[in-house]
């Protein structure tokens, strides 16, 4: 079956720091990718998708490709910022008929000023 | 617009009872997904819609675990003889159809069976 697994966290980085935050992925077919993010006290919002190998998924300076060969889509940021302390989820849907999202487990990432 | 909501926010009951956690997704939206996220877990998959039918029923944990949605919009999440180990945020998602890339959360209902 389907399943993503991410970076273990906690991460803790300074403002400004550069952020990775690996995510590797097993599916059968051609499976979607996502991040979702979860702000402290609010629900789940998409970060960045990609339907497609070699796509780029970006949003709010945060980028992630899709990549078939090494089966991976890590979230990247260039200087993250104290608002960008949440939980980020990477997650795949499809890939064999499937529609619903597999998830990993998380990983809290929290910027100190 | 408005998003997906979800009754109650919060549901604290007795180990043995009955639950029914409620979802209202976007208009228009013909798809609907419930999930369980446990503690430091990322969301499990329970059960999807499509229109009126449960499509995939396949994450249901147990016969316990039942879901409607009679109208094609509002869904019902129904837990018979609760169990400590039901205890969980239960997130609702819909999206305009099954197999549209984006599925849009609700803030979930956290559940506590004491």
């Known amino acids: 079956g389907n399943s993503v697994t991410q970076m273990e966290g906690p991460v803790t980085l300074s403002e400004e720091a550069f952020l990775t935050i690996n995510c590797t992925y097993t599916?059968?077919?051609?499976?979607?990718l996502f991040w979702y993010v979860q702000y402290p006290g609010e629900g789940l919002q998409l970060l960045l998708k990609a339907t497609k190998a070699d796509d780029k998924g970006s949003n709010k300076g945060f980028e992630a490709t899709y990549r078939k060969e090494t089966t991976s889509f890590h979230l990247e940021k260039g200087s993250v910022q104290v608002s960008d302390s949440a939980v980020y989820f990477c997650a795949l849907s499809g890939g064999a008929g499937s529609y619903q999202l597999t998830f990993g487990k998380g990983t809290k990432l929290s910027v100190i000023p | 617009g408005a998003g997906v909501s979800q009754t109650p926010s919060n549901k604290v009951t007795e180990k043995g009872k009955y639950v029914e956690l409620r979802c209202d997704p976007i208009?228009?939206?013909?798809?609907l997904y419930w999930y369980r996220q446990s503690l430091g877990q990322g969301p499990e998959f329970l059960i999807y819609f499509q229109g009126t039918g449960a499509a995939d029923d396949s994450g249901l944990p147990n016969d316990r675990f039942f879901a409607v949605r009679p109208e094609g919009s509002v869904s019902t999440l129904k837990i018979q003889r609760t169990e400590r180990g039901d205890s969980a945020v239960y997130l609702c998602a819909s999206s305009l159809f099954a197999g549209a890339n984006e599925q849009y959360f609700g803030p979930g209902t956290r559940l506590t069976v004491t």
């Open positions: 208009s228009g939206h013909t798809a």
């Open positions: 599916a059968t077919g051609y499976p979607s």
